[in-house]
């Protein structure tokens, strides 16, 4: 599975742990950095999440903050 995007931001310890789980577990991943691109930030707003990071797989459900129980579904 590739299609996963990851929301975060610039000195998130949640954010670094999340991606860092995702490489190591050779999930590719998509970052969407709200710091970098405000774009994304309005988004999340929109869906309602007042957090980061948020992990949006393509067939499944989003994950929020770090979550190595459910990020594990993702390794294929």
């Keep these: 599975m590739n299609n996963v995007i990851v929301y975060s931001k610039n000195n998130?310890?949640?954010c670094k742990m999340t991606k860092r789980y995702l490489s190591e577990h050779n999930v590719k991943f998509e970052e969407r950095n709200i710091n970098q691109q405000p774009q994304y930030?309005?988004?999340?707003k929109q869906q309602g999440y007042q957090s980061v990071p948020v992990?949006?797989?393509a067939d499944s459900d989003p994950i929020v903050g770090f979550r190595p129980d459910s990020l594990k579904g993702l390794v294929g």
């Design 12 to 14: 998130c310890m949640q």
């Design 55 to 57: 992990v949006m797989p």
């Design 41 to 44: 930030l309005d988004f999340l």
